[in-house]
């Protein structure tokens, strides 16, 4: 009897342990997310994927970007975007050119002016280190290069879902 | 008396045989402008010089790529631009995105469409060969690939010319 009481208290004790080890796993992927907070180096000499102009709040024009591998993704068609791939967008205010206007004859030109607030902001793909928002680690940096702060991050993810089809890059290229 | 009118008239011939020797030179001078009627290989791989939106009678959004020539010219920031340069502008239909404009909430997102007539156009230097146009072999081609008549492409250089002081290049480089 001793004994059987004996090993019961064991194996409960045991199936504490193992609980107790397992722990730790399900913490793991509720991690808080990770955001990118240094510049990819070498973004500026990359190819373009497309052009966009936003109205709203934003006011502004851009270009976005990509790495090789996000470049030779886009090209082929084949989602999801593999580890490595980098896009970028680059936004510049949309200003009139009074000099081209004058040249057209008419008020039609807008170039890129100056830089908005945010002005470069990255999507990073690390399908384990940012396995809590989609595989892509969000960025943003002002003009001086200083990131951004979670705060303003955490708004990424909840937009892009929206695109999780395309594997939650909006920016379609255009050849 | 005879030796006097023997010496002028072969004076006056001579110089009247240097006279026909001499204008094929002037009209040189005002030879037909040459225009470019290949795409420069390679060129949807080039960095991007800047973006832009024109409305009138184009309604495009444009990203403007230079060769390794060009970029390096906009960079130092010194002009002329060196023969070999060439710079490119890809059009694209400038028009609203359905899926963006649900993300935002409201109708503010313009994106990369199709094609416009002319898609593609370039500027090529080579102060020699272009010497009629200011040192810049003009170029147009649609989404086929088809260069653009001369009747179109002699329109280019008159209004580039307003821009004589940038080395007739509207375009600037935006960091």
Known sequence: MRRIIFLLVAVATLAGVVALAAAPHSDEKEAAPIFVKTIPPGYR???????????????????????????????????????????????????????NNKVFGRAQSFVAGSEPAWYLQFMVKDS????ATGG??????????????????????????????????FTRYTP
Request: hydrophobic fraction near 35%; charged fraction near 30%.
């Open 45 to 99: 000499d990359w190819k373009l994927v497309s052009v966009a102009h936003e109205e709203g709040q934003l006011k502004d024009i851009r270009a976005i970007l990509g790495n090789d591998l996000a470049i030779q993704t886009y090209r082929e068609g084949k989602l999801p975007f593999p580890d490595g791939a980098i896009i970028g967008r680059i936004a510049w205010n949309h200003v009139p050119s009074e000099e």
């Open 128 to 131: 384990k280190k940012y396995e």
């Open 136 to 169: 892509w680690g969000y960025a943003q940096f002002d003009k001086d290069g200083k990131p951004g702060p979670d705060s303003d991050l955490q708004k990424c993810f909840p937009c892009h879902q929206a695109i999780k089809d395309r594997d939650f890059v």
